[in-house]
Every structure is written in structure tokens, then in C-alpha cells.
């Protein structure tokens, strides 16, 4: 090829340069003319060299096609569609300076050798400082209980996670955090997990310690979320970590013309707040519905209907229904959205012994406690709307009601500001005003904590990858 484009180069260059005498004037412009084709010489040049050395390579074995993902999978991207191994062909491993390499977050390596299936890891690190006065620090019941007047590490997690071969992805979270006032700070397995993508009918398969999918900000983690604290009623109805299991969790997506998600899952019930019956051979059941509707190129609604059942450590039912909604606004050719408003309700339905003394003769020291079974019903709910007129500047506030699960009701009201200086640093501000109806289980050490004013400050950071977070 490059014998070939010799000889009309110098043609042309001696037609240039022969117009170039007959013409003095032009002679300056003749002379850049030609450095630009003698640039474009080498290029050729150099071209057809690469193209002979691509032709003297034998031609590569073709890679097995990935089957593709059951419909309503969670999208992955391209890097991460790791080929087949081949027998026989050359394995190329990541140099130390490949390894070190900056690179682009939420995406694998982009240039893979044959046979190597790399993961993904990154770590998030969350951090909270609250305030508050002094009765509520001495009675312990802020909304950090026994952190009161701190600044400690929430959450600190180390994320591995990545497709372990063209049919499952796998991942683990290992998190760390302070728990309460003076302990060390521990290390926990907070999940782990494979998920089988393809299985028939368009179903796939989770298995392991996961967060449970049941309404929508509970798989969130906290880092995640977007106010400093979780809602009320999961704090009261599950615990501070939410709900969290060990066990099977099957999806299954529909051919509909919108997306519509039915899941199921079984678990151990080791939530010791709702449940704490442990056994898989008593499970814990779940179920979840979710609908996404993009209204218009600016307009997307989701909703869902959520439900777990399972029994307690006393071996009574606890069945908790729910919903949640969400609406997002995105104005044309906008990155993020410009207003996000959403809510969850959750009921309590806790079969309770009660029991009562019957006198059975006038003897008052004969009595017979005798048990009655009664279904305790309570409802909680939160809503919140966040709006971001700037990329990187967001505010919001969250409004909670909950009916305690014993007895009472309380209620919060948040406002808070995000700034991110990038996509994977993160501040926080917020303020928090709660009122409750009684003091009872909010008193200790003389002093109550039935109304209680805090200010929050949470700082965020992601080094490495992190998986996408849902809609």
C-alpha cells in the first residue's frame, strides 16, 4: 500500500513545485502546502505499516456469545461482559500500573485478555456528627441512640462485586461502624450474594445474605440514602439496620408494555425488632410488586406494594404490608433530576399474647392466668421531596409519623442540604425537630426525651467503584 501511494504523492509534489516557481508570490503558500502533504505521507506511511502487521497475525478464535440477561435484569455494563475462556490462547494479566491506574468508576477494565474475569471494588465511607441537648443525651434516646453529641463512622464498607461468568454476578459488602458510645469499632459481613441472571421465563435467582428487596429505601444503604438518617418506621418496625436476611429471592419480569417486577423471597427471620424465629424451616416470607411508568421524556413514576410475614421469637405472626411511591422530574437535557418526591407506608400486624388473671374461688390466691391472642395493629409513614436546581447543590425535607409499636406516636421533621463537589464526595446539613406523645421507653438516668431538637453533619465518600443505586 505504501508503494502505491508513492508515486502520486510525488507527482504532485513536483506539479506543486514547478507552479510555485512560475508563481514567486505564492511561494509561501506553496511551502505550507507542502509540509501538509508530506504530514499526510507519513501517516499513510505509518498506516500501512499497522495494516501489514495486522494481516500477518493469524486470526483470532471467535469468542462464545453470552446468552442474553432474562428481561428486567439490572442493566451491566459492556466491560463487564467478560468473554469466554479459550483453550489454549494467550492470558494477558493486568500490569502493576494497570492496576494503580486512575479510571472511570461504575465501569470494569476497559481492555480485558482472554480468560480473565475480573471484579469490581471500591469502598464508601459515611460518617455522621449530631448535637442535641443535653436531657436528650442523658435519657439515650436521639435518633443515634447512645451516639448522642458524637462524631463517629456510620458505615464503612469494603464493595467487591462483578460478573463471576456470563450467567451469575456475584458480590460482597464488608462494613464496619460504631455501634455505641465507647466500643471498639467492629467488623461484619453485611452481605453477600450471587445472583443467577438468565434462568427461564425471564426469572433470575439471588441467593445469600442480603438486604431484603421489600419497599423501596430499605435495600438502600445508609450512604445511599437521601437524608442522614432512615425513616421512623423502619427504625421502629425493623431496627436500625432495616431488614436484613439470610436466604432465596426470585424475581420475575413480565412481557408487558411498561416494566412491571414480581418478587419472592425466603429467609431465615433473624430481625430480632419484628421477627427472631430463625428457622428457614418457619420462614420468613416476602413478596414485592413494582410498576415504572415513563410518563414523558421528563416525567417517571414508579410504585410498589411490598409484604413480609413471619413468625417471633414467641412464635406469633407479624405480617407487615406496604407501599411506596416515587416521582421523578428531569427537564430536557438535563443530567439529573430536578425534583424527586416519594413516600412509603408501612402497617404492623403483631399477634400478641395477653394475658389476665380469673378468679376461680373466693380464695384470692387462687387466680388462673389465662391467655388471650390479639392482633396489635400500627401504621407508619414518611414522605419527602428533594429538589436540585445546581449539578451539584440539592435540598429537601422528610416528614415521619409513626404509631410506636408498644404504645404512643411520634413524629419528625427534617430538613437537610447535599453539596457534592464531585460524583463521589459528598456533605451533608440537616436539622431535625421530633416530637412524642409520651415519654415512656425515652427516659432514662431522671431525664426524658419527649421533645428533641438535633443538627446533623454527614460526610460521604466513594473510592473505587460502586454499584448503581435504584431508581
Given at each position: 500500500?505504501?508503494?502505491?501511494?508513492?508515486?502520486?504523492?510525488?507527482?504532485?509534489?513536483?506539479?506543486?513545485?514547478?507552479?510555485?516557481?512560475?508563481?514567486?508570490?505564492?511561494?509561501?503558500?506553496?511551502?505550507?502546502?507542502?509540509?501538509?502533504?508530506?504530514?499526510?505521507?507519513?501517516?499513510?506511511?505509518?498506516?500501512?505499516?499497522?495494516l501489514?502487521?495486522?494481516?500477518?497475525?493469524?486470526?483470532?478464535?471467535?469468542?462464545?456469545?453470552?446468552?442474553?440477561?432474562?428481561?428486567g435484569?439490572?442493566?451491566?455494563?459492556?466491560?463487564?461482559?467478560?468473554?469466554?475462556?479459550?483453550?489454549?490462547?494467550?492470558?494477558?494479566?493486568?500490569?502493576?500500573?494497570?492496576?494503580?491506574?486512575?479510571?472511570?468508576?461504575?465501569?470494569?477494565?476497559?481492555?480485558?485478555?482472554?480468560?480473565?474475569?475480573?471484579?469490581?471494588?471500591?469502598?464508601?465511607?459515611d460518617?455522621?456528627?449530631?448535637?442535641?441537648q443535653?436531657?436528650?443525651?442523658?435519657?439515650?434516646?436521639?435518633?443515634f441512640?447512645?451516639?448522642?453529641n458524637?462524631?463517629?463512622?456510620?458505615?464503612?464498607?469494603?464493595?467487591?462485586?462483578?460478573?463471576?461468568?456470563?450467567?451469575?454476578?456475584?458480590?460482597?459488602?464488608?462494613?464496619?461502624?460504631?455501634?455505641?458510645?465507647?466500643?471498639?469499632?467492629?467488623?461484619?459481613?453485611?452481605?453477600?450474594?450471587?445472583?443467577?441472571?438468565?434462568?427461564?421465563f425471564?426469572?433470575?435467582?439471588?441467593?445469600?445474605?442480603?438486604?431484603?428487596?421489600?419497599?423501596?429505601?430499605?435495600?438502600?444503604?445508609?450512604?445511599?440514602?437521601?437524608?442522614?438518617?432512615?425513616?421512623?418506621?423502619?427504625?421502629?418496625?425493623?431496627?436500625?439496620?432495616?431488614l436484613?436476611?439470610?436466604?432465596?429471592?426470585?424475581?420475575?419480569?413480565?412481557?408487558?408494555?411498561?416494566?412491571?417486577?414480581?418478587?419472592?423471597?425466603?429467609?431465615?427471620?433473624?430481625?430480632?425488632?419484628?421477627?427472631?424465629?430463625?428457622?428457614?424451616?418457619?420462614?420468613?416470607?416476602?413478596?414485592?410488586?413494582?410498576a415504572?411508568?415513563?410518563?414523558?421524556?421528563?416525567?417517571?413514576?414508579?410504585?410498589?406494594?411490598?409484604?413480609?410475614?413471619?413468625?417471633?421469637?414467641?412464635?406469633?405472626?407479624?405480617?407487615?404490608?406496604?407501599?411506596?411511591?416515587?416521582?421523578?422530574?428531569?427537564?430536557?437535557?438535563?443530567?439529573?433530576?430536578?425534583?424527586?418526591?416519594?413516600?412509603?407506608?408501612?402497617?404492623?400486624?403483631?399477634?400478641?399474647?395477653?394475658?389476665?388473671?380469673?378468679?376461680?374461688?373466693?380464695?384470692?390466691?387462687?387466680?388462673?392466668?389465662?391467655?388471650?391472642?390479639?392482633?396489635?395493629?400500627?401504621?407508619?409513614?414518611?414522605?419527602?421531596?428533594?429538589?436540585?436546581?445546581?449539578?451539584?447543590?440539592?435540598?429537601?425535607?422528610?416528614?415521619?409519623?409513626?404509631?410506636?409499636?408498644?404504645?404512643?406516636?411520634?413524629?419528625?421533621?427534617?430538613?437537610?442540604?447535599?453539596?457534592?463537589?464531585?460524583?463521589?464526595?459528598?456533605?451533608?446539613?440537616?436539622?431535625?425537630l421530633?416530637?412524642?406523645?409520651?415519654?415512656?421507653?425515652?427516659?432514662?438516668?431522671?431525664?426524658?426525651?419527649?421533645?428533641?431538637?438535633?443538627?446533623?453533619?454527614?460526610?460521604?465518600?466513594v473510592?473505587?467503584?460502586?454499584?448503581?443505586?435504584?431508581?
Amino acid at each position: 500500500m505504501r508503494k502505491a501511494f508513492r508515486p502520486g504523492i510525488m507527482v504532485l509534489l513536483a506539479t506543486l513545485a514547478s507552479w510555485t516557481f512560475a508563481s514567486p508570490a505564492r511561494a509561501q503558500e506553496a511551502e505550507a502546502l507542502r509540509r501538509e502533504l508530506e504530514q499526510m505521507r507519513k501517516q499513510v506511511e505509518a498506516l500501512s505499516e499497522r495494516l501489514r502487521r495486522l494481516e500477518a497475525q493469524p486470526p483470532p478464535a471467535a469468542p462464545v456469545a453470552a446468552p442474553t440477561p432474562a428481561a428486567g435484569a439490572q442493566p451491566q455494563s459492556v466491560a463487564m461482559q467478560a468473554p469466554t475462556p479459550t483453550p489454549g490462547a494467550p492470558s494477558s494479566a493486568p500490569s502493576v500500573m494497570d492496576l494503580v491506574r486512575p479510571r472511570q468508576p461504575f465501569a470494569l477494565y476497559q481492555q480485558r485478555g482472554a480468560g480473565q474475569l475480573l471484579f469490581d471494588m471500591g469502598i464508601t465511607g459515611d460518617f455522621i456528627g449530631n448535637v442535641t441537648q443535653r436531657n436528650v443525651d442523658k435519657a439515650g434516646a436521639g435518633t443515634f441512640r447512645g451516639r448522642e453529641n458524637r462524631f463517629f463512622p456510620r458505615e464503612v464498607e469494603l464493595n467487591l462485586f462483578g460478573q463471576i461468568d456470563p450467567y451469575a454476578r456475584g458480590e460482597v459488602r464488608i462494613e464496619s461502624g460504631e455501634e455505641a458510645r465507647g466500643q471498639e469499632t467492629g467488623v461484619s459481613l453485611a452481605e453477600a450474594h450471587l445472583t443467577l441472571l438468565t434462568l427461564p421465563f425471564n426469572t433470575q435467582l439471588k441467593i445469600g445474605q442480603m438486604r431484603a428487596r421489600y419497599g423501596w429505601s430499605n435495600q438502600l444503604h445508609d450512604e445511599a440514602m437521601p437524608w442522614p438518617d432512615r425513616p421512623g418506621v423502619y427504625r421502629y418496625f425493623f431496627g436500625e439496620e432495616g431488614l436484613s436476611e439470610k436466604g432465596f429471592e426470585a424475581t420475575w419480569v413480565p412481557g408487558l408494555p411498561f416494566y412491571l417486577e414480581v418478587l419472592g423471597g425466603l429467609f431465615n427471620g433473624d430481625n430480632e425488632t419484628a421477627f427472631g424465629r430463625g428457622r428457614i424451616s418457619e420462614p420468613l416470607v416476602t413478596g414485592r410488586v413494582r410498576a415504572f411508568f415513563d410518563l414523558t421524556d421528563e416525567h417517571a413514576l414508579q410504585i410498589g406494594a411490598s409484604v413480609v410475614s413471619g413468625l417471633t421469637s414467641e412464635r406469633q405472626r407479624h405480617t407487615l404490608p406496604g407501599f411506596d411511591v416515587r416521582y421523578k422530574y428531569r427537564p430536557d437535557g438535563w443530567l439529573h433530576p430536578l425534583l424527586t418526591l416519594g413516600g412509603e407506608g408501612i402497617w404492623s400486624l403483631r399477634r400478641r399474647e395477653v394475658t389476665r388473671d380469673v378468679v376461680v374461688s373466693e380464695d384470692p390466691l387462687e387466680t388462673l392466668a389465662v391467655g388471650n391472642h390479639r392482633t396489635f395493629t400500627r401504621f407508619g409513614w414518611y414522605t419527602y421531596a428533594e429538589l436540585q436546581p445546581f449539578r451539584r447543590w440539592a435540598g429537601g425535607v422528610r416528614y415521619d409519623y409513626t404509631e410506636l409499636p408498644d404504645r404512643g406516636r411520634e413524629w419528625a421533621l427534617e430538613p437537610y442540604v447535599s453539596f457534592r463537589p464531585s460524583e463521589f464526595l459528598r456533605f451533608r446539613a440537616g436539622y431535625k425537630l421530633t416530637e412524642r406523645s409520651q415519654d415512656n421507653g425515652f427516659s432514662a438516668n431522671g431525664a426524658s426525651a419527649r421533645h428533641v431538637d438535633e443538627l446533623f453533619f454527614q460526610a460521604t465518600f466513594v473510592l473505587g467503584a460502586h454499584p448503581a443505586h435504584p431508581f
